[in-house]
C-alpha cells in the first residue's frame, strides 16, 4: 500500500504517540522504582492526576 500525504502524517503522528507512550512508561518505571514502600496503584494515581489522565478504576 502506498503512502499518501494523508497516511504518511498520520504515520509520523502515530510514531511520535509511540515515543510519547515510550517516555511516559520510562518515567512511570522510575517512579515507582523509588518508591518501594508505597503501592504501585497509588503511585499511578497520583502520576496520572499530574498529567491530567483519568484515574484507573
Known amino acids: 500500500m502506498a ?3 494523508p497516511n504518511q502524517e ?3 503522528e502515530l ?3 509511540g515515543f510519547a507512550i515510550e517516555q511516559a512508561a ?3 518505571l522510575r517512579i515507582t522504582k523509588d518508591c ?3 503501592e ?3 503511585v499511578l494515581v497520583q502520576c496520572s492526576s499530574k498529567i491530567g489522565a483519568a ?3
Do not use: H, I, W
Open 3 to 5: 503512502l499518501n500525504k
Open 55 to 57: 484515574p484507573p478504576t
Open 40 to 42: 504501585v496503584s497509588a
Open 36 to 38: 518501594r514502600d508505597v
Open 10 to 12: 498520520l504515520r509520523r
Open 26 to 28: 520510562d518515567a512511570v
Open 15 to 17: 510514531k511520535e504517540l
